[in-house]
């Protein structure tokens, strides 16, 4: 991915670990957990903590994480995906909280059912954790498969959104 010369940072601590946050000009840029998958290195971004996009989007996980929130309204910047992968992320904000789909729901659901692997890749680049919420997102038989920030916090959220897991 190619992030904006613009992109600066801070970081959030969650009941989950902490997270990087970055935002451009055009939105929120990404959430990761530290150590994830795909972690983009962040050394080059400022650090901001006044930014207001990463104010709002440290605020609102704040609100997820305390059960006072199920969906983010976030402005994010998906330029930094292909228009696939933009269009799986998109998917998957149309889960609900509390409810899981698999990767063969997402690739019907942007109409190419048989990309399957692809979806998979795409949902295991998306760099917004939580906040386009992946980890809703099961194996075909509703296990819980491939989360770039690992198995134990996918299980925690989907918990956390009441899915039994």
Known sequence: MQFKPDTVRCTLMTPLGEVTLAASSHGLAGIWFNGQRHEP???AWPMHTKHPMLRQ???ELQDFFSGKRQTFSLMLDASLGTTFQQGV?????????GRTVSYGDIAQGIGQPTA???VGAAVGRNPWSVVVPCHRVLGA???LTGYAGGLDRKKALLQLEGVPV
């Open 41 to 43: 290195d962040v050394s």
């Open 141 to 143: 038989n509703g296990a």
């Open 116 to 118: 399957v692997r692809a």
């Open 89 to 97: 992320w998109a998917q998957l904000r149309r889960i609900p909280a």
């Open 57 to 59: 989007a440290s605020s």
